[in-house]
């Protein structure tokens, strides 16, 4: 089902309903008496309607997405294993970014879209580690990490010197459990900048700071500065 008006009541208070869990971007809308509310309450209805026909459209698309993932995962797995490649070769599955989906009202990303935000539906992803015999099964780092420490970490794991210009750390202290730290991430993006080859087209950035439990998001448009502190561990 999908999203409907109903009536709570003989006093005309009339209630948003979600039937199929539209996420937390969806808010549910609670209208006052009368007429007036009455008319409210089905304008805002429309409203809700609409978007969650576009939450439900990329919802769907990302799930598409995902089955696709899969499959050519199997597909990989399959003909490294023809190959006899498995037991001996570093895999590291990461992504470059998440996506929002309503959860603070919009869907997309920064570099794609007009509008985003630094929330960690966007900055937290996946990255995982497979090497059999060196990188311990079952192991799971739950402290913070960056993605410029993936590189360091695949030359460590290849015995490669680690070339000093390089910004991130290995992560092998962590991984083999003999070191274990929160590490500060700095993210940056900026709106619809994806393929736009003039900079000055490109007027809105915003930056961030995340620590285990503190986000500092600050927000440059035009010129304009603007600063938000999140409190993580609340």
Same mark, same amino acid.
């Given at each position: ?24 971007? $969806? ?45 050519? !995962? ?32 919009? /869907? ?33 780092? +739950? ?26 750390? +290995? ?12 590490? !500060?991430? /700095?993210? +940056? +993006? ?11 087209? /490109? ?9 285990? #439990? ?6 440059? #448009?035009?010129? $304009? ?10």
């Amino acid at each position: 089902g999908g999203t409907h008006v109903k009536r709570t009541g003989d006093i005309g208070a009339f209630r948003v309903v979600s039937e199929s869990g539209i996420a937390a971007g $969806v808010r549910r809308i609670e209208a006052l008496t009368g007429e007036g509310a009455r008319r409210h309450a089905v304008e805002e209805s429309a409203v809700l309607n609409r978007v969650a026909a576009v939450y439900r459209t990329n919802v769907g698309a990302i799930e598409s997405k995902a089955k696709q993932m899969q499959i050519r !995962t199997r597909e990989f797995e399959r003909k490294i294993d023809e190959l006899e490649l498995t037991d001996n070769n570093l895999i590291v599955f990461c992504a470059d970014h998440g996506e929002e989906l309503l959860e603070h009202g919009f /869907i997309g990303h920064a570099s794609t879209a007009k509008r985003a935000q630094m929330f960690d539906e966007i900055v937290h992803v996946p990255l995982i580690f497979y090497l059999p015999g060196v990188i311990p099964k079952g192991v799971e780092v +739950s402290e913070q990490v960056r993605t410029i420490d993936i590189m360091p970490t695949i030359f460590d794991l290849l015995g490669a010197e680690i070339p000093p210009y390089m910004q991130g750390r +290995s992560l092998m202290p962590m991984i083999t459990q003999d070191q274990r730290e929160e590490r !500060t991430a /700095i993210v +940056s +993006s900026s709106y619809a900048g994806y393929k736009e080859e003039d900079p000055d087209n /490109i007027t809105h950035y915003m930056r961030a700071v995340r620590t285990k #439990d503190w986000k500092l998001i600050k927000d440059i #448009d035009k010129g $304009v500065e603007t600063f938000s502190l999140y409190d993580l561990s609340n």
